[in-house]
């Protein structure tokens, strides 16, 4: 069956490095892949969407990787700041446009 | 713009009430999303609608749980009678579903249900 792993994990980094959580994925073959952000008591928020033919996508301190072989996304923040603080779930789609929900990574950020 | 909405934001309830959570999507959204969050399983895909139709609703755990959606701007999702396992942070969202596959989700800050 499809699985999306997600680090359950929290990560915690100091304020200026680069965050990198991680999605893997198993007996899928998603069409895109996105991301998003959920801060306590709130909705996910959408970040950014990445195509199964896309390597790289960037949007200002955001990056998002594809790599259709290794089954892997990575999603970076570069200069992370407290603010950053918040849970990121991935999101795989494959011929529908219904997503598939990681369970999320806790990030951290300490000033 | 006004973004999902949401009701109630929280509800306290006794096992056997139903409980009945209310959803007004974003205008002009023809996809509609029904999707219930618990710290063991994630954020769980409960109910799709596309234009009002339900679409897939295997998702729906048990004959308790239905979802109706009379038109574009309103849906509801209730749960009768209710259990002490239904406790779970329920969230709608909604989507456009013209273009390209991968549009965004947008979701509502969620309803909180807590049955006792």
């Known amino acids: 069956s499809q699985k999306i792993e997600q680090n359950s994990e929290a990560l915690n980094i100091q304020e200026g490095k680069t965050a990198t959580l991680t999605c893997n994925y198993t007996?899928?073959?998603?069409?895109?892949l996105q991301w998003y952000r959920q801060d306590p008591g709130r909705g996910p928020v959408f970040l950014l969407l990445?195509?199964?033919?896309?390597k790289e996508k960037r949007k200002e301190r955001l990056k998002v990787t594809f790599d259709t072989t290794l089954k892997q996304s990575l999603f970076h923040i570069t200069a992370s700041q407290p603010a950053d603080s918040a849970t990121y779930l991935c999101?795989?789609?494959?011929?529908?446009?219904?997503?598939?929900f990681g369970r999320g990574t806790s990030l951290i950020v300490h000033p | 713009d006004a973004g999902v909405i949401q009701s109630p934001r929280h509800e306290v309830t006794e096992m056997g009430q139903e409980v009945t959570l209310r959803c007004k999507p974003i205008?002009?959204?023809?996809?509609l999303f029904w999707y219930r969050q618990t710290m063991m399983r994630g954020l769980e895909l409960l109910i799709y609608?596309?234009?009002?139709?339900?679409?897939?609703d295997s998702g729906m755990p048990e004959d308790r749980f239905s979802a109706k959606m009379p038109n574009a701007s309103f849906s509801t999702l209730k749960i009768q009678p209710s259990e002490p396992r239904d406790s779970a942070v329920y969230f709608c969202?909604?989507?456009?579903?013209?273009?390209?596959?991968?549009?965004?989700?947008?979701f509502g800050d969620g309803t909180r249900l807590s049955i006792l």
């Open positions: 969202a909604s989507s456009s579903t013209q273009g390209a596959l991968g549009q965004p989700q947008h």
């Open positions: 999101a795989l789609g494959g011929g529908s446009y219904i997503p598939t």
């Open positions: 990445i195509r199964e033919n896309e």
């Open positions: 609608f596309n234009n009002n139709v339900p679409i897939d």
């Open positions: 205008s002009g959204h023809n996809s």
């Open positions: 007996n899928y073959s998603p069409a895109y």
